[in-house]
């Protein structure tokens, strides 16, 4: 039996931590769903990159519901305990949906760069067949990764304290529970293949940019520049969001944080980016933001009124 500790932080912070979580929580649910409902309802939005953004926003709400609903509970609980077992499977969920996540915004960036680079080739190689493959490679992709890190981490042994300082089964405080002499080669070992994994997907992304950038300059009006880069440049904002704040998580010099610090940098990237996400496709996609209006807004003032 492990334990969620909570002694590190200001008591008094704990009631107003649940309260922004849990709106940002609903939030996630009501913006991803809502993202869903209106590219199924409008039949134009049946394209391959509404279909990745939906797949998206499924992985985001598993995510959320993943890990937010028990962490809000241990918030204001005087009893935080929680099995091996419920501990392994919201690891595994948690590194599923979020590698699965990874994968997903590489396959929009190279949706874009074929749409953008290869419009010609585009219903060839972007099908609804080639579509449902890819979307289905990154859940598996997402699912090995997920077993592969929580199988390496709970064959560990551990003793001595059964406290985790964090909100949630977060893997780096998990990995300082454990003992023997190959709790250092297995930590290395579990963020070698973590930073690997989402430094591949980002070069990958990156790499597609830097062949659209190129195919945008070669535009010749501004307008047909401006317009063309704008069907990036939601997918562009999510992809900084989700690595600027996993590389401050992940990447950040060891010790340079408190552990207070720590846990709480940690447990606001798990709640604010899949957040933020349906905020940035919602305002900064076009098509998105006049089919939402269309089908909902417009529909609920009518109400309303």
Request: glycine letters at 6%; a positive charge.
């Given at each position: 039996m492990l334990k969620n500790s909570r002694d590190t932080f200001p008591q008094q912070l704990l009631p107003?931590?649940?309260?922004l979580y849990l709106l940002m929580f609903l939030f996630t649910l009501l913006g991803n769903l809502l993202i869903m409902?209106?590219?199924?309802?409008?039949?134009?939005?049946?394209?391959?990159?509404?279909?990745?953004?939906?797949?998206?926003s499924v992985s985001e709400i598993l995510f959320t519901v993943a890990i937010t609903p028990r962490m809000l509970a241990d918030l204001l609980s005087t009893h935080r305990s929680i099995t091996f077992v419920s501990c392994a499977s919201q690891m595994f969920f948690s590194f599923m949906f979020g590698f699965t996540h990874s994968f997903l915004l590489m396959v929009m960036g190279y949706d874009r760069y074929v749409a953008i680079c290869h419009p010609l080739h585009y219903n060839v190689l972007m099908s609804p067949h080639d579509c449902a493959r890819l979307v289905a490679w990154t859940w598996a992709g997402g699912s090995v990764m997920g077993m592969m890190v929580t199988m390496i981490v709970f064959h560990l042994s551990f003793?001595?304290?059964n406290v985790i300082h964090h909100f949630a089964c977060h893997v780096l405080s998990l990995l300082?529970?454990?003992?023997?002499?190959?709790?250092?080669?297995?930590?290395?070992?579990?963020?070698?293949?973590?930073?690997?994994?989402?430094?591949?997907?980002l070069f990958l992304?990156?790499?597609?940019?830097?062949?659209?950038v190129a195919a945008i300059l070669r535009i010749p009006s501004a307008e047909g520049r401006h317009k063309t880069f704008s069907t990036c440049a939601s997918h562009l904002t999510v992809?900084?969001?989700?690595?600027?704040?996993?590389?401050?998580?992940?990447?950040?010099?060891?010790?340079?944080?408190?552990m207070y610090s720590d846990a709480l940098m940690a447990t606001t990237y798990t709640v604010f980016t899949p957040f933020l996400s349906p905020i940035i496709?919602?305002?900064?996609?076009?098509?998105l933001k006049n089919a939402i209006n269309k089908n909902f807004y417009r529909k609920f003032c009518t109400l309303s009124s």
């Open positions: 107003v931590l649940f309260l409902a209106t590219i199924w309802i409008e039949h134009r939005l049946h394209t391959p990159m509404y279909l990745f953004l939906c797949a998206l003793c001595g304290s300082k529970l454990a003992c023997g002499n190959k709790t250092s080669s297995v930590m290395m070992g579990v963020m070698l293949v973590c930073v690997t994994a989402l430094i591949g997907c992304i990156i790499l597609s940019y830097v062949f659209i992809v900084v969001v989700h690595y600027s704040f996993a590389s401050l998580i992940y990447l950040k010099p060891k010790g340079f944080h408190s496709f919602s305002l900064r996609n076009k098509e």
